[in-house]
């Protein structure tokens, strides 16, 4: 791949300047499951090095279209889209421009410019989609849950042995969170000194009225520890280093909804890694005064200091999100993150081309799976359901 010499004719040719809108409709702040407000990226960030043609497939969450920006700041050239849902093909060309709709997927993965398929069709779909999408010679960035069952883990697993491509999951709750993103760095120069505990409190905001009938189906979209479960153990991965992990307890509920009986709105695990513990509490209990679809919040334990994370929003405090806060060796300080650089997309076209795991490592990425899995599986009933 030549190194990028980006001009405004490469742009128009991929359909990524001609008929972008400035008040384009990645996700939305207040709801979680619908297009952002800010407009989509016309060009690549200056730190990426390479340019790749890639295509879309599924279009069932609206985490697609930060992916999609992602990629397209990686150096990523949106060539083509594939999906059935009129609505869905129609936002998405709202947000992206007149990019060629294929016919069928086989088109995306029979065509051999195409080096990487990004896809987010319903959870229990995606797996699926990634192994034929290495089968054909392409990686593939699939949104989380990527995996439902631990079957479908092993299949992934199988796969990447036998085609070398990449299964890389979206945890957009770190790799595209830049408060996420600075607290990396901080671990990483020793900061706090050696982690010991991380702790993930994730609600979500449910949006019943927006929600398709696969969002109330656990066989659909794996259960919630499974669903954003997942973005926590990637944290607890990441943050610990840990390279292998147990699942100590774990335990589900569905408290509020009577109507949908295989859904869960509330639950919450512990594990354990070579590099640290972690303590992970998922739900769907935002209530409709909070500014925005989550209060995510992230506690790092170390050996020398602490970090805590107000990810999306800082109740009755500072405006906005990506709020860090720090306690260490020095004494203890604010840092707003609101501008700190997000490197997933740059990093991970060059871990394309160059065959490297510098965005994301594969065996982290797939033991934070195995994780939420294990944990979903084994889960038993909580105490107050």
Same mark, same amino acid.
């Given at each position: 791949?030549?190194?990028?010499?980006?001009?405004?004719?490469?742009?128009?040719?991929?359909?990524?300047?001609?008929?972008?809108?400035?008040?384009?409709?990645?996700?939305?702040?207040?709801?979680?499951?619908?297009?952002?407000?800010?407009? @989509?990226?016309?060009?690549?960030?200056?730190?990426?090095?390479?340019?790749?043609?890639?295509?879309?497939?599924?279009?069932?969450?609206?985490?697609?279209?930060?992916?999609?920006?992602?990629?397209?700041?990686?150096?990523?050239?949106?060539?083509?889209?594939?999906?059935?849902?009129?609505?869905?093909?129609?936002?998405?060309?709202?947000?992206?421009?007149?990019?060629?709709? @294929?016919?069928?997927?086989?088109?995306?993965?029979?065509?051999?410019?195409?080096?990487?398929?990004?896809?987010?069709?319903?959870?229990?779909?995606?797996?699926?989609?990634?192994?034929?999408?290495?089968?054909?010679?392409?990686?593939?960035?699939?949104?989380?849950?990527?995996?439902?069952?631990?079957?479908?883990?092993?299949?992934?697993?199988?796969?990447?042995?036998?085609?070398?491509?990449?299964f890389a999951i979206m945890?957009? *709750?770190?790799?595209?969170?830049?408060?996420?993103?600075?607290?990396?760095?901080?671990?990483?120069?020793?900061?706090?000194?050696?982690?010991?505990?991380?702790?993930?409190?994730?609600?979500?905001?449910?949006?019943?009225?927006?929600?398709?009938?696969?969002?109330?189906?656990?066989?659909?979209?794996?259960?919630?520890?499974?669903?954003?479960?997942?973005?926590?153990?990637?944290?607890?991965?990441?943050?610990?280093?840990?390279?292998?992990?147990?699942?100590?307890?774990?335990?589900?509920?569905?408290?509020?909804?009577?109507?949908?009986?295989?859904?869960?709105?509330?639950?919450?695990?512990?594990?354990?890694?070579?590099?640290?513990?972690?303590?992970?509490?998922?739900?769907w209990f935002t209530p409709?005064?909070?500014?925005?679809?989550?209060?995510?919040?992230?506690?790092?334990?170390?050996? *020398?200091?602490?970090?805590?994370?107000?990810?999306?929003?800082?109740?009755?405090?500072?405006?906005?999100?990506?709020?860090?806060?720090?306690?260490?060796?020095?004494?203890?300080?604010?840092?707003?993150?609101?501008?700190?650089?997000?490197?997933?997309?740059?990093?991970?076209?060059?871990?394309?081309?160059?065959?490297?795991?510098?965005?994301?490592?594969?065996?982290?990425?797939?033991? @934070?799976? *195995?994780?939420?899995?294990?944990?979903?599986?084994?889960?038993?009933?909580?105490?107050? @359901?």
């Amino acid at each position: 791949m030549d190194r990028i010499d980006w001009d405004r004719r490469l742009l128009l040719g991929a359909g990524l300047a001609a008929g972008i809108v400035t008040d384009a409709l990645a996700q939305s702040v207040s709801q979680g499951n619908a297009v952002a407000e800010v407009a @989509a990226p016309v060009m690549p960030d200056p730190t990426a090095k390479y340019r790749i043609p890639f295509a879309v497939i599924g279009l069932d969450h609206a985490h697609i279209y930060s992916m999609t920006d992602a990629v397209i700041r990686g150096g990523g050239v949106l060539t083509a889209v594939y999906a059935t849902d009129p609505a869905q093909i129609a936002t998405f060309r709202k947000r992206y421009g007149d990019v060629k709709l @294929a016919r069928n997927e086989a088109e995306i993965l029979e065509d051999k410019s195409i080096k990487l398929v990004a896809g987010a069709p319903i959870p229990d779909e995606r797996a699926p989609l990634g192994i034929r999408v290495m089968r054909s010679g392409k990686d593939f960035l699939g949104d989380k849950p990527s995996i439902t069952t631990l079957a479908q883990l092993a299949e992934v697993r199988r796969t990447i042995a036998e085609t070398n491509r990449k299964f890389a999951i979206m945890y957009s *709750e770190r790799l595209e969170v830049r408060a996420a993103v600075m607290a990396g760095q901080l671990i990483d120069q020793g900061a706090i000194g050696k982690v010991v505990q991380t702790i993930n409190i994730a609600p979500h905001r449910v949006s019943a009225p927006s929600r398709p009938d696969w969002f109330w189906d656990k066989q659909r979209y794996g259960g919630i520890l499974t669903d954003i479960g997942s973005h926590q153990a990637d944290q607890f991965v990441y943050y610990t280093k840990s390279t292998k992990a147990h699942v100590v307890a774990s335990q589900t509920a569905n408290l509020t909804y009577p109507q949908h009986p295989a859904f869960e709105d509330f639950g919450d695990m512990t594990v354990s890694g070579d590099g640290g513990t972690g303590y992970i509490r998922v739900d769907w209990f935002t209530p409709d005064g909070l500014p925005t679809w989550g209060d995510g919040r992230l506690f790092v334990l170390g050996t *020398e200091g602490y970090i805590e994370l107000r990810k999306y929003v800082d109740i009755a405090g500072r405006p906005g999100g990506n709020h860090l806060l720090i306690a260490d060796r020095k004494g203890v300080r604010y840092m707003d993150c609101s501008k700190v650089p997000l490197p997933f997309g740059p990093q991970f076209v060059t871990d394309i081309v160059e065959r490297t795991s510098v965005a994301q490592d594969q065996a982290g990425a797939l033991l @934070a799976a *195995e994780l939420v899995l294990t944990a979903q599986q084994n889960a038993r009933p909580a105490i107050t @359901a």
